[in-house]
């Protein structure tokens, strides 16, 4: 069994004096679709920050492909193939969709109009707006976008935090097709999700927090149908 492309272990983090995550095991294998799900608060962002490097942890290791990343300063974790979205979305208003999404290969030295268009095939409307700024673009469109300028990044493992903030449910279905089309050219993907049953519907694995802890795991199958998780977060 090669190494998980994703491992953390024992993560401890706090807020100043409150410890906010006690001791979080999760892992992600290399071409999974992974989702973490659980009420407000309960620790996700958290834990999405702490693997892009702006949170620090007080105890425990993230490893990606075998290496720990706190050996890798934060600068440097985009050329590692570790990409996150949307992550307060960092959508640059005055610039165009076509330059934020650009942006979005900067550490890549080869050519970006392959990728361009394919970001375009998957949210054709951001081909329409390509230069009108991003800033004056729809909730749900500066969501695509800031989904699309992470695709651009090649990455090997894309983070996403809650994709479908906000959408209606007809871009919901869109942005899980994405993930799913993703998957299939060979991205691993942790999806963080309020709404559980899209999250799990299109998952390999799941993990459901509770209170800073992992109160579940298991395939994304087990937990659809799991009592507790149908009666805490699919509304059943
Ligand atoms: P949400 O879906 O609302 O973002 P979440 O599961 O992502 O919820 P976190 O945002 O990670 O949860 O919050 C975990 C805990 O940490 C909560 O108790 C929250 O109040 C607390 N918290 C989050 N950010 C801060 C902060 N900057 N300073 C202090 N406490 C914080």
Known sequence: MPDPLLEITGL??????????HGIDVSVNEGEIVTLV????????????????????KAGTIRFAGTPLSTIPDHKRAGLGIAQSPEGR????????????ALGGYHRKDDLGGDMEDVYGHFPILKDKRHHAAGGLSGGQQQMLAIGR?????????????PSMGLAPVLVDQILEVISALRKR??????????????LSIADRGYVMET???????????LIS??????AYLGA
């Open 150 to 162: 992470a695709i651009m990044g090649r990455p090997k493992l894309l983070l996403l935090d809650e």
């Open 226 to 231: 799991d009592p507790r998780v149908r009666e």
């Open 38 to 57: 659980g009420a407000n608060g309960a620790g996700k962002t958290t834990l999405m920050r702490c693997i892009s490097g702006v949170q620090p942890l």
């Open 186 to 199: 060979g991205v691993t993907l942790l999806v963080v999700e309020q709404n559980a049953y899209a999250a």
């Open 212 to 222: 800073g802890k992992i109160a579940l795991s298991g395939s994304a199958r087990d």
């Open 12 to 21: 401890v983090t706090a807020y100043g004096p409150i410890e906010v995550l």
């Open 90 to 101: 960092q959508i640059f208003g005055d610039l165009s969709v076509e330059e934020n999404l």
